[in-house]
Each structure stands twice: as C-alpha cells, then as structure tokens.
C-alpha cells in the first residue's frame, strides 16, 4: 500500500472519525472502502450513460422486433 496525504475539513474529519467508531474500522479503512464505493459508482453511471447514448443513436424499431412475437406466444392447447 502507499501513503497519501489528504486534506479533509474540519467537519468531515469529525465525520469520518465518527463513522469509523461506529463501523469499528480504522480511518484509513473506512476511507479507502469509500472511495472504492464511490468508484464504482462512477463506473456503473459511466456504463449507465454510454447504453443510453447507444439506445438514443439506434432506438428499438417494432417493425424490426415483430419476428420475436412469435416466440412469445405460448402453445396452442
């Protein structure tokens, strides 16, 4: 692992120093699985938008999916 150097303000300091009390993990700890919680936020907002701007540039075309109708139906009794 490597040492980095982070400002905090005084009030989130207090948070994080509180929440890794209750969470009985040390501050580093606790920082580092936030930032890793916020990453993969980040990720999944990036995926998000990348499939709506593929949808936006090829939307769906019933006529094109009207061949799948025919799967769903069920069997004739």
């Known amino acids: 692992m490597e040492t980095i150097q982070v400002v905090l303000d005084s009030k989130l300091l207090r948070a994080t120093e509180a929440a890794a009390r209750r969470t009985k993990v040390n501050r580093s700890a606790l920082i580092r ?12 907002r990036e995926l998000e938008l990348r499939d709506r701007k593929g949808y936006e ?8 999916l009207s061949h799948w109708e025919a799967e769903a139906v069920g069997p004739e009794e």
């Open 33 to 44: 699985e936030a930032l890793r919680a916020h990453l993969r936020q980040l990720e999944i």
């Open 57 to 64: 540039a090829h939307p769906d075309d019933a006529a094109g």
